[in-house]
């Protein structure tokens, strides 16, 4: 079986991922919504960790880019109401196959897009029809670290990957190094501790 390709671009949904999906209108009308810290770094991370990171959203209002702006991202499609076209047209801009994105959506209308991302992955409180499509639902809810679990994963994903593509001599000597190194740390316990830990049971 084939290795999947590696990730490359982490592509977020705005509305119920990187923020709880809820809208606070003020007297003027105007719109705020709130943003983690969490997610924001883990947005500056993922680009750090050399991830292109673009936004696909159904908005076409002001706060998409003032949120753009805050989290210094380039690429965005607004008005994405066929969030699967959408995320083609990402993957066309960035000169990447759709098995090399992440994509994280929350509602119904991503889930096209979660099915045909190299990985789809749908916040705990996501919709029904979103988790199901996902190839993966997160533990955090949209707007409290579901961006940050989501580059945890992706990055698992990775490190899976590369395991899986090492030639077998340099995998066993991986394997055969972190057992040694096991056994090494519970020989020094055994020669400095043993004994106090004894005396205190």
Not at 55 to 80: Q, S
Not at 102 to 110: E, F, H, I, K, T
Not at 133 to 161: C, D, F, P, Q
Request: aromatic share 2%.
């Amino acid at each position: 079986m084939p290795a999947r390709a590696a990730l490359r671009a982490l592509v977020l949904d705005v509305d119920g991922v990187l923020t709880d999906g809820r809208v606070i209108v003020g007297e003027a009308g105007h719109e705020m919504k709130d943003l983690g810290y969490r997610d924001i770094d883990a947005v500056f991370q993922a680009r750090r960790d050399g991830f292109a990171v673009a936004l696909v959203t159904g908005e076409e209002t002001a706060i998409v880019d003032v949120i753009a702006r805050t989290l210094a991202v380039e690429l965005v499609i607004r008005g994405a109401k066929d969030k699967a076209a959408a995320l083609r047209t990402v993957a066309a801009r960035l000169g990447l196959s759709l098995e090399a994105i992440c994509y994280v959506g929350d509602a119904d209308r991503d889930a096209p897009a979660l099915e045909i991302a190299g990985l789809g992955l749908a916040p705990a409180d996501g919709s029904p029809r979103a988790r199901q499509a996902a190839h993966a639902v997160l533990a955090s809810r949209g707007g409290y670290g579901a961006v940050a679990e989501a580059l945890e994963a992706v990055r698992a994903r990775n490190a899976t990957r590369a395991t899986a593509l090492m030639p077998p001599d340099d995998a066993l000597k991986r394997v055969t190094e972190a057992l040694e190194e096991s056994i090494a740390v519970k020989r020094a316990v055994i020669d400095t501790l043993a004994a106090e830990i004894a005396t205190a049971a």
